[in-house]
Structures are given as C-alpha cells and as structure tokens.
C-alpha cells in the first residue's frame, strides 16, 4: 500500500492505494476523518464527490474503501451498496465505506498492525509485564460531576455529565446510561446536541474531560412524571444531600415571586430522586471497564 502524491497534489479521491492478495486490480483508500465530540457526521454527498474524483484515478480502480472515523451507519451502509452495485453495473469500481466501528475491530484483531501506529500502546512485553503495565498505567475514567446545562441551538436544559480521564493512558468506546430500576426504563430521543451519547467510539484522552448532555431535562422529568408529582426539579447533584446553595437560591425565588403580595407564608419540603449511571469504556489493550453508579435530582414541594 503506497500514498498517493504528497499534499498540494491532486489525488482523484484517493490517499493511498495498493493491490490486494487475491486480486490484481487496483484498490484505493480515501480516508475521511471526522469529530467525535461535538460529532460531525459523513454524508452521502461526500461520498459521492469522492468516488466521482475517483473515477479519474489511472489505472481505473478495481475497488474504493471509504475509511473513516465516523460511527456505523446503517442507513449510509444501504445508500453505499446501491451506489457499489450501480458503479459495477456500468463498469466501474465497487465501493464500500470502513467505518470506525470496522477499523477498531481490525485493530484488535490484528496487534502487528496495532503495535505500528499505536506505539506508545503496544510494547514487546511478556505476560507478566504486560499486567504490571497495565497496574501502573491504568485507564480509569470517573464521573466528576452533574449539571444542568443549556447547550448552543437548544433553549432547554440538558442533563449534562462530566467524565474526566484520571488514568495514564486514553480512554476508547466511552457510553453513558441512566436508569431508574432497569437498563430501559428510561427512553432516549436522539438530539443534535447529544448525539454523540448514541454512539461507542467516544474518546477521552488521559488529562482531558468532557461534558456529555444525555437528555432534555424537561424529557426526563415527563418520563418521570409519576415519581415526582407536586415537587419542582432545583437542581441534580452527585451527592444525597441537596446542597445549601441550592434550598438558598430556591427559596429567594419563591421569595420574589410572592414579596409584592401584603401577606404570604413560604413552606417547602425538599427530596431527592436517585438515578442509577451506568458508564462503561475500554482502554487501548481491549479491556473494558463498566462503573454502576448514582446521581440525584434534587426536589422541593410545589
């Protein structure tokens, strides 16, 4: 497998190229790659301005392999193998995209390869040394905090987590979960803003953190309408014990909302709701690690 051209050269929809074993047509790599966070997506517009260049490669192409970091899409997969079956019919190349899902399995299947491009990951090391490596650079991830948040486009609030790599080494395929008693007794609606939460190739790199807006607060509390009858949402926390500031600031809004009035009595009862987390991750050697938890909304009467 070669590189095609070197950068400021037209490269007719192809980085790199090569034949295959049992093959003696030519096939070509275009590789695409896009954001996890906030995520970007791969369209099949793009695709189709690549193979159009890729048409123009000399000798004609036997195969294109779209590879990307872009999460596995089966309504892109089918749109894919429409166009694959069009372009053969009229004499040109197929084409198939390699989405990230794809290459992270070939990866890990295939540690020669792995140990090249990942060599700060992979060492020669024996059984033994492999584990006391592990021990002492281990991938651990903690959710350090909860929050309400409003994110751009959005005009509600977000239940938003923050996960923050502690560990020595890059944390992979990072999702996040909650529910009240079982894994599916809360529903999640797919958003712009959130919809990295939907995949399983989110990345945090060791030192960093990100925010993770899961769902609308005002979904949740709809889907939560029974448990939290006659009380207001105040605020979510990590802790049990709903934090002064909050029973504070909540009461001076009950305050404004009645101060103009000649009398009035301000009496609230305060509660929380739990919810379990649950978060899961691997590191760059294939382990993964699941962490079950709990975060609380935090209530005050109506």
């Not at 051209?5 to 695409?32: A, E, H, L, P």
């Not at 995209?97 to 990866?107: A, K, N, Q, R, T």
């Not at 020669?112 to 592990?134: C, H, I, P, Q, T």
């Not at 803003?193 to 960093?208: E, Q, W």
């Amino acid at each position: 497998m070669q590189s095609n051209g070197r950068n400021g050269q037209k490269q007719q929809g192809v980085d790199c190229y090569g034949k295959q074993k049992f093959s003696k047509g030519w096939t070509g790599i275009q590789c695409k790659r896009k954001e996890t966070y906030p995520e970007s997506i791969l369209t099949y517009g793009q695709i189709l301005k690549e193979v159009e260049e890729a048409k123009a490669f000399k000798p004609a192409l036997e195969h294109l392999i779209i590879a990307t970091t872009y999460r596995r899409c089966s309504a892109l997969q089918e749109k894919v193998r429409e166009l694959s079956d069009d372009l053969t019919s009229k004499g040109y190349f197929s084409v198939v995209v390699s989405f990230w899902d794809d290459i992270e399995g070939l990866l890990n299947k295939n540690t020669v390869v792995a140990k090249e491009y990942y060599k700060d990951y992979y060492s020669e090391l024996s059984e033994e040394e492999r584990k006391l490596f592990l021990i002492k650079n281990p991938t651990k991830i903690n959710l350090t905090n909860v929050k309400l948040k409003k994110w751009l486009g959005v005009p509600d609030e977000f239940l938003t987590f923050n996960l923050t790599n502690v560990g020595e080494m890059p944390a992979l395929s990072c999702s996040l979960r909650i529910f009240k008693s079982n894994e599916h007794d809360i529903d999640f609606k797919k958003h712009s803003t959130n919809s990295h939460c939907f995949i399983d190739n989110l990345k945090i790199d060791k030192d960093s953190d990100v925010d993770y807006p899961l769902i609308l607060m005002s979904e949740l509390i709809e889907q939560l309408r029974d448990d939290l009858t006659n009380y207001e949402v105040v605020g979510v926390g990590l802790s049990s014990n709903i934090p002064e500031a909050i029973t504070e600031e909540a009461m001076q809004k009950s305050f404004n909302e009645v101060k103009h009035l000649e009398s009035y009595h301000i009496n609230h009862s305060w509660r929380t709701f739990p919810l379990f987390v649950k978060y899961k991750y691997s590191s760059p050697f294939g382990s993964v690690t699941e962490v079950v938890t709990g975060v609380y909304i935090y209530l005050k009467s109506l």
